[in-house]
Structure formats: structure tokens, C-alpha cells
């Protein structure tokens, strides 16, 4: 369940950013009153070509300037500007891949103990091996509560920044 997530967060990843710079290629290409930027999508964008063989096509006026410089405080979407828009991006994905990092420690040590603890449980009796099946239970079920939990504060924090 969770890689399907993942798939489809990553997916969400793709469809936003390309929105932001679809968006922030029009908006420029726009002030610019030319194509600045070329490419159809967010992986294929580049400074035009004509521009990169000669500089002195992009000679601009000061108040081109100062209409570029303003992008990023131009409204985007959503009541967000692109600065905004942007830091929300960047923001959300550091936080899923902490939010990725902590659940593969949990699982990681999860699994550590319970070879360690097959381990040990190999050659012993059956009392003692139930005595230790029921740890790993309780050990499952505080995990389980923790990584809920996790999800949880996560959630609230998406919900924040959103």
C-alpha cells in the first residue's frame, strides 16, 4: 500500500511542479514580450537558444526588470504567490522524505529485533518461545501505535501548510 503512495505522491510531485514552471515560463516569456524560455515541459525548459548564442538579445529596460523581479510576488494559485507556491513545494517534499526516513528507521529496527530475537528463540523450549512470541506482539503493538502516531502529527503538518 505504501509504494502505491508513494507512486502516487511522487506523481502529485511531477503534475505541481509542472504546473509551477509552465506558469513561470508564461509569466516571464510574457514581461519579456518574447520567448525567453523555451520547452514544453518543466524537464525540456531552457533559455532560448538564440538568446544563449547572443546576450545582447536580452538586453532589457529597467522596468522590464523590476516586472521580472516582481514574479515571484505575483499571485500564482490559490491565493499563494510563486515564492510562496515554491516554498510550499519544497517544504512538503522534505517533510514526506523525513516522514520516509523515520518510518523505514522503525521498520528497519523493527526487523532487527525480531532476528535478533529469532535468534535467540532458536533451540529453546516452547514456554520460553511463547513467552517471547507475546514480546514481539506487544513490541508490534507499540510500534504500530508509534508509527500511527507519526502519521498522524504528519497529516497535521501537511494540513498546516496547506
Avoid at 514544453?40 to 516586472?67: G, R, Y
Avoid at 515564492?83 to 526487523?111: C, E, P, R, T, W
Wanted: cysteine-free; aromatic content about 8%.
Amino acid at each position: 500500500q505504501s509504494a502505491i503512495d508513494t507512486k502516487a505522491k511522487i506523481a502529485s510531485y511531477k503534475k505541481n511542479l509542472e504546473e509551477l514552471m509552465g506558469s513561470v515560463k508564461n509569466e516571464v516569456n510574457t514581461v519579456m514580450g518574447k520567448e525567453f524560455f523555451v520547452g514544453d515541459q518543466a524537464k525540456d525548459m531552457k533559455l532560448n537558444p538564440e538568446f544563449a548564442k547572443d546576450v545582447s538579445k536580452m538586453k532589457i529596460s529597467a522596468e522590464t526588470a523590476n516586472k521580472l523581479a516582481a514574479i515571484t510576488d505575483g499571485k500564482y494559485k490559490e491565493g499563494l504567490s510563486y515564492k510562496q507556491a515554491l516554498d510550499q513545494f519544497v517544504v512538503g517534499v522534505a517533510s514526506d522524505k523525513s516522514a520516509v526516513n523515520a518510518y523505514q528507521k522503525i521498520h528497519g529496527d523493527l526487523l532487527e529485533g525480531i532476528q535478533q530475537e529469532k535468534m535467540g528463540v532458536e533451540g529453546v523450549n516452547m514456554e520460553e518461545e511463547m513467552v517471547n512470541l507475546m514480546a514481539f506482539q506487544k513490541y508490534f503493538v507499540a510500534n504500530s501505535k508509534a508509527i500511527t502516531t507519526m502519521n498522524e502529527v504528519f497529516d497535521s503538518l501537511f494540513s498546516i501548510i496547506r
